[in-house]
């Protein structure tokens, strides 16, 4: 591997660099995947089945699973005391635009991986290339047979270099982005079913509220 690196040239350490990072984002995101799709759907439905039954004893369920995304969205609505239906709708779907960015966390990096590992792939290929031309010299090749054939390997390790850093950051990130668009489906599912639930908790209390006032 040492030899394979060393022929890449230059290029061969900033995609070292970015398959490092790749590497690091790709585990935390792994993780971060792996956490809520697993405990999710089992938390929402008890949530909202409590909800169902006893508003009030909700609110330490959502505390508990404060690490899930849609926990942290619903107390953030919840927040808003006495709120209607409609502004519970906006403060609802205000917390869900605030969370978004987290569950995008690091598509940035990604892409930017993704689209300059290949470039730096084609730089190394260049330079490979000016190498092994400027160690030709008319009549005289086969005396310069390592420096041309050292041009070219440099030329085709960084591109090779570049294509695996890309072509692996891509898989993963289109894993990421298939994870992301199932949970925001989710979220929206979820929100959903807990809105049409708190406007039946809101009109029972008001119309006990109205019944209070004519006793």
């Keep these: 591997m040492g030899t394979i690196f060393a022929a890449g040239g230059i290029v061969m350490w900033p995609l070292l660099g970015f398959s490092i990072l790749a590497i690091a984002l790709i585990a935390e995101r792994t993780l971060f995947w792996i956490r809520i799709n697993r405990r999710q759907r089992p938390v929402m439905q008890e949530i909202l089945r409590t909800y169902r039954q006893a508003p009030m004893d909700v609110y330490p369920k959502l505390r508990q699973n404060v690490n899930l995304p849609i926990a942290r969205i619903f107390l953030e609505a919840l927040a808003i005391e006495g709120a209607s239906p409609k502004q519970f709708h906006l403060a609802l779907a ?64 960084s591109t090779a270099a570049g ?53």
């Design 94 to 157: 205000s917390a869900m635009q605030a969370e978004l960015p987290h569950l995008r966390r690091f598509n940035t990096v990604f892409a930017t991986i993704i689209s300059v590992a290949p470039l730096l792939g084609l730089l190394g290929t260049i330079l490979g290339l000016i190498t092994s031309f400027a160690a030709i010299q008319l009549g005289d090749i086969s005396s310069n047979a390592n420096a041309v054939t050292g041009g070219i390997s440099e030329a085709l390790v």
């Design 163 to 215: 294509l695996v850093v890309a072509i692996g950051t891509l898989l993963f990130a289109n894993l990421f982005r298939g994870f992301y668009k199932r949970q925001l489906a989710l979220i929206q599912e979820y929100g959903g079913q807990f809105e049409i639930l708190y406007e039946t908790h809101y009109e029972r209390q008001s119309q006990l509220r109205q019944e209070a006032l004519v006793r």
